[in-house]
């Protein structure tokens, strides 16, 4: 009788996607697929009731991310330095803000954003540890300042109840 715990997974898919819905792995495959590093998080359910949904102001977050994303972008790093900063500096510009674009139909920027990720790919696939890597900054900046400008158009057009 065999006693391995299996952990499943939603995956949540694009509708039209041929991948699986749900994904079962065992104990080492999970961990052959994480990173060292996991952020973890979970949904509490509460009683309270929410009258009033807050507002982000998007705009200065972006100043922020954008103003890290600058002190990254002024030095050369390793492999394992943009490997690092995968989840904290990249996947919000490559991943999250592309999903955003493409929601909005901001067509050009979505295709300036696809460059962007494949060529960071590119470069997580050829794992020469021992060169150092300049990115371009000029085009990852370009693409956070269209962003910015359209966080500032789209606050002045959002609701606040």
């Not at 009788?1 to 694009?14: A, C, G, Q, R, V």
């Not at 039209?16 to 509490?44: F, P």
């Not at 943009?82 to 955003?100: A, G, N, Q, V, Y």
Request: with cysteine; proline share 3%.
């Amino acid at each position: 009788m065999d006693l391995t715990i299996l952990y499943s997974f939603f995956n949540p898919k694009h509708p039209q996607s041929s991948e699986q819905t749900e994904i079962t792995l065992t104990k080492d495959e999970l961990l052959d697929r994480l990173a060292d590093v996991v952020v973890c998080g979970q949904i509490k359910k509460t009683d309270n009731s929410i009258n009033k949904i807050p507002t982000i102001n998007s705009y200065n977050i972006w100043l922020q991310y954008k103003k890290a994303f600058e002190i990254f972008l002024n030095e050369s790093h390793s492999h394992k330095e943009l490997l690092d900063k995968r989840d904290s500096l990249f996947r919000p510009l490559l991943i999250d803000s592309l999903e955003m674009m493409r929601l909005l139909k901001q067509d050009d920027l979505v295709n300036k954003l696809k460059k962007l990720q494949s060529d960071y790919v590119s470069i997580l696939r050829n794992k020469d540890e021992t060169s150092n890597i300049r990115l371009n900054s000029s085009d990852y900046l370009s693409c956070l300042n269209e962003i910015i400008d359209l966080s500032i158009f789209n606050q002045s057009n959002f609701y606040e109840p």
